[in-house]
C-alpha cells in the first residue's frame, strides 16, 4: 500500500514534491486526479505526431487523428459497456452533459405541470439545469430525503417519483456525503413510472466498474479530469433512441448533413452533438486514461479505496470535535470524506492542512443546497485515488491533530 496500488505511484511524478516544506499528499481527488506519464505522453506523442482535424481531411495525418479520435470512443463505450459507440458523445464536462441532456432532451419530454425529481445530495451541476428546465416548462423541481446517515432515503425516493415524475436525476456517487446510490434501483422505479434516469457519473466512473446497461440509465454523464484525463473532455452516454430524438445543442461545422441557405439536417449519432472542432487531444487522452485504469481493474481500484476510507474513517472520527458527514460505517462510505472540526472555519483547517503538505478542498462543494439541508455553511473534504498510500492517510490523521492543537494554543 506504500507505493499505491500495483506501485502506481511511480507514475505521477508530481506527487512527489515538496510544499510548504513537507512532503505533497494530494487528497483533493474529487476535485480532480493527477495525471500519470502514460496519459502525458499520450498528449505529447499526438501533438509531436498526428496533430491534425478529425473527419475533414482526406491527407494522412487528418487519418490518423480521426482514427485515434474514434479509437478513444470505443474505449469509453467499452469501460462502461455501452451497447454501441453511437450512444457515446464527447463533451467537455459532466456539467456539459447534463447541461444539454437538461436544455435538450429535457425540454422536449418535460411539459407544464410534470415533474422533476433530483435529491438533496446534488452537485450544482445536476440541480440548476433542472431548475431552469422546470422554470421554463412550469414543471416542479422534488428532491428525495436523505437518511439521518446521509444516504438517499428511498422511502422517500419512492414518495416523490409518481406518474407525474418525467425525470429522476441522482448521482451515482456523492461528492459530500461519500455514499453510492442506487442508481439501478431508481432506474427501475423511474421507469415503472414511465420516467427517464439520469446518473451523474463524475465521481463513480473513476472509482468502480460501471455497466449502463445493467444500470439501465437513460443518460450517464462524467468527466475525465477526475479519472487521469485532461480538463475539458466529458462524456455524455445516452440510449441511442433517445439520442436520436434529442435536437442538437450546438450547431455549426462537423454536425450536419446538409445545409440550405435557410435550413439544414444534421448528420448521425453521435457526431451530430459534436458540431465544431472538439477537444482531440482530450479524447485520445481519455482513452489512454482508460487503458491505465482498466490494467489497474476497476474492481482492484475499488477494493483499495475500500481498503484506505476502512483505514482512515475511524481515525478521522476519533479525532475529538470532528464532524464526519454520511455513514460512518465505512463499508458505506467512498473515498470522499467531508468533516469539520468544532470551532473552526473549513477554510482555515485546509489552510492549516496546506501548512503540513497536505491538499484538501475546503468550501460548500458546489452542493449548497446540501449545506443548507445539513445546516452548514462548508466542510472541509479530503478524498482518495488509488495512488494514495496508508502513510498519505497517517500524515493526514497527524495534520488534522496538528491544526486542532495549534488552533487550541492559539486560542488559549
Ligand atoms: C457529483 C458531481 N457532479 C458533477 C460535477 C461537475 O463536474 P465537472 O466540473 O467536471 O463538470 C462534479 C464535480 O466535482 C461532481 O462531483
Not at 182 to 201: S, T, V
Amino acid at each position: 500500500m506504500d507505493k499505491g496500488l500495483n506501485n502506481s505511484r511511480k507514475d505521477f511524478p508530481i506527487l512527489d514534491q515538496q510544499v510548504n516544506g513537507e512532503p505533497l499528499v494530494y487528497l483533493d481527488n474529487a476535485a480532480t486526479t493527477q495525471k500519470p506519464n502514460q496519459v502525458l505522453k499520450t498528449i505529447v506523442s499526438y501533438y509531436q505526431n498526428d496533430n491534425a482535424n478529425v473527419h475533414r481531411g482526406v491527407h494522412t495525418l487528418a487519418e490518423r487523428a480521426t482514427d485515434h479520435y474514434e479509437a478513444a470512443r470505443d474505449k469509453v463505450a467499452e469501460f462502461i459497456n455501452a451497447a454501441n459507440r453511437k450512444s457515446i458523445v464527447y463533451t467537455r464536462s459532466t456539467t456539459e452533459s447534463l447541461n444539454w441532456v437538461a436544455s435538450s432532451f429535457g425540454n422536449l419530454v418535460v411539459n407544464e405541470g410534470d415533474e422533476i425529481v433530483i435529491s438533496q445530495l446534488e452537485h450544482h451541476s445536476n440541480i440548476v439545469p433542472w431548475q431552469q428546465v422546470a422554470q421554463k416548462q412550469h414543471a416542479t423541481l422534488k428532491y428525495i430525503d436523505l437518511t439521518t446517515d446521509g444516504e438517499l432515503d428511498m422511502d422517500s425516493a419512492r414518495r416523490q417519483i409518481t406518474d407525474k415524475t418525467k425525470i429522476v436525476a441522482i448521482a451515482q456517487a456523492a461528492n459530500v456525503m461519500g455514499v453510492v446510490n442506487p442508481i439501478k434501483e431508481l432506474a427501475q422505479i423511474a421507469h415503472q413510472h414511465g420516467a427517464y434516469m439520469i446518473a451523474d457519473g463524475a465521481q463513480a466512473a473513476p472509482h468502480m466498474k460501471i455497466d449502463v446497461q445493467d444500470l439501465d440509465v437513460d443518460f450517464y454523464a462524467f468527466s475525465g479530469h477526475k479519472m487521469l484525463a485532461p480538463t475539458g473532455i466529458g462524456v455524455l452516454y445516452g440510449k441511442q433512441d433517445l439520442l436520436e430524438m434529442m435536437p442538437p445543442v450546438q450547431f455549426g461545422g462537423e454536425m450536419i448533413d446538409f445545409v440550405h441557405h435557410q435550413d439544414a439536417s444534421w448528420t448521425e449519432l453521435p457526431w451530430k452533438f459534436e458540431a465544431g472542432t472538439p477537444n482531440i487531444s482530450g479524447a485520445i487522452a481519455l482513452g489512454s486514461a482508460i487503458d491505465y485504469l482498466t490494467k489497474l481493474g476497476m474492481d482492484n481500484i475499488h477494493a483499495y479505496e475500500h481498503e484506505l476510507v476502512a483505514y482512515t474513517l475511524p481515525k478521522l472520527l476519533a479525532v475529538d470535535g470532528v464532524t464526519v458527514y454520511g455513514p460512518h460505517d465505512p463499508n458505506k462510505h467512498t473515498g470522499v470524506l467531508a468533516f469539520n472540526m468544532a470551532g473552526l472555519h473549513p477554510h482555515d483547517v485546509a489552510t492549516g492542512l496546506d501548512m503540513e503538505g497536505v491538499a484538501v478542498r475546503a468550501g460548500h462543494h458546489c452542493a449548497q443546497p446540501l449545506m443548507e439541508y445539513l445546516n452548514v455553511t462548508a466542510t472541509a473534504r479530503a478524498s482518495f485515488y488509488f495512488y494514495n498510500t496508508q502513510a498519505d492517510a497517517d500524515k493526514f490523521i497527524q495534520a488534522v491533530t496538528a491544526v486542532k492543537e495549534f488552533f487550541a494554543d492559539g486560542i488559549s
